[in-house]
Structure formats: structure tokens, C-alpha cells
């Protein structure tokens, strides 16, 4: 495993445990895994193709369909927990991600028809 492996894997693994601090930033992840902010955005760029805003987003979001599909909670109790300042942040983040907002997702994920939209979307958008 080469060291842009290991980084890569460490600022994962912090954003996976902290995603829902919405003070989260790529120099306290940095900070937190002994790298400059400027060398984790280049790991998480060649690793991961993604910025680390990307990575960030992407755990709130996964974390934010789990909360839709198994939870009763508000929209907006959802958005602080997956770490968004502002519910009209997250909804818009989530139907820029998705395709469509966080209520039409919970009423088709209630029906079972949401397997893999956000996937489907994003495949659409490259």
C-alpha cells in the first residue's frame, strides 16, 4: 500500500466518524492525519478523483438516504445530523446529488423504489 493509499485512507476514515461536525474542513482533517491541507487534497485527487468537499459531501449524503429510508426525522432534524448549517443547503445538495429532494426520495424509498437513484444520477451527470 503506497502512502497516498495509506492518507487517503486515514482522511476516509476521519470524514466516515466526523461527518456530521459541520465545522469539518480539510485542514482540521489534515491536521488530524499529520498531513498539510494542500497534500490531502492531492491524495484525495489522485486516490479518490474526488476534492475533499466531494468526500465530505458524499458521506453526508449516504448518511442522509440511511436517515431518509429508516428514520421519521424532519428534514431539517436530518440536515444538522449529517452535519449541514442550513436545511436549504442540504436540499439542495441532496437534489443537485439525487435527482430529486429529500421528501420525493423518502416517499419512493417508503415504496422501495430507490435502489442506487443517487448512483444512477451521478452516472447521468459525468
Known sequence: MSVYEIHAARAQFVVAKKYA????????TARLIGISPQHLC???RRERGLTFAEVLR???LGEARRLLR???????EIAFRVGFRHPSQFTRAF???SGMSPSQYRVRAALGDVAAVGDVHREQAM
Open 21 to 28: 461536525d459541520p465545522r469539518l474542513s480539510v485542514e482540521k
Open 70 to 76: 429508516d428514520s421519521a426525522c424532519s428534514m431539517k
Open 42 to 44: 492531492r491524495v484525495l
Open 95 to 97: 437534489t443537485m446529488d
Open 58 to 60: 458524499e458521506a453526508r
